[in-house]
Every structure is written in structure tokens, then in C-alpha cells.
Nanobody, 117 residues
Framework: QVQLVESGGGLVQPGGSLKLSCAASGFTFSNYVMSWYRQAPGKEREFVAFISKTGSTTNYVDSVKGRFTISRDNAKNTVYLQMNSLKPEDTAVYYC??????????WGQGTQVTVTS
């Protein structure tokens, strides 16, 4: 069955780094664009980063530009989110999303990132 499994979250101090991974299975990963979203307590889920099927195009929400990097390895069916210079406001549950077309969307279960001193 279709699965997206995020990992790599945790507790980190401000200014620190984390690298999230999202391992996909049960579908043809290279046919899907991939995105990361996050949801902070009491807030709506928001877009963080996008990467095209080949990885040639990326896009980020303004608040993470220059600090976060999305990448993918189609041979490993995995998308990554390298997060540097983390801030307390980055604290959230981070989700990966696979999209092929409207109606063909898969979500992972999320991984918690907590940035605190």
C-alpha cells in the first residue's frame, strides 16, 4: 500500500540543524512532485517547500528561504528537508506530501520538530 514515512525530527536549540527524510513506497515516486508542509499548535497546516519530479525546480515559503533546502533521491524514493539556522517559530509537525494530479495526493503521518533553548 501507499506509504510516506517521515523521520529525523526532534528537539534542537535555536540556530541548530535537522535533516528530515520522507521515505515513499507503494507508488512510482518519480511521477510525483513532493512537498513539505508543517503545522504548529493552534495553526493551520502551511506549505514549506516544493520540489519537482526531477528535482530541477524548488520553491520555498519566504520564512524559510536561505535556511531550508529540499532535495530528493528518486533511486531511494526519498525526499529530504535540510533545516539550518532553526528558530523557535519553526516548531511544528512536519509532513511530506506526494502529488501527481488533483485527487492523487498522499500524505505522511508527520514528524515533530521542536526548537527551544
Amino acid at each position: 500500500q501507499v506509504q510516506l514515512v517521515e523521520s529525523g525530527g526532534g528537539l534542537v536549540q535555536p540556530g541548530g540543524s535537522l535533516k528530515l527524510s520522507c521515505a515513499a513506497s507503494g507508488f512510482t515516486f518519480s511521477n510525483y512532485v513532493m512537498s513539505w508542509y508543517r503545522q504548529a499548535p493552534g495553526k493551520e497546516r502551511e506549505f514549506v517547500a516544493f520540489i519537482s519530479k526531477t528535482g530541477s525546480t524548488t520553491n520555498y515559503v519566504d520564512s524559510v528561504k536561505g535556511r531550508f533546502t529540499i532535495s530528493r533521491d528518486n533511486a531511494k524514493n526519498t525526499v529530504y528537508l535540510q533545516m539550518n539556522s532553526l528558530k523557535p517559530e519553526d516548531t511544528a509537525v512536519y509532513y511530506c506530501k506526494a502529488t501527481r494530479a488533483p485527487g492523487y495526493v498522499h500524505w505522511g503521518q508527520g514528524t515533530q520538530v521542536t526548537v527551544t533553548s
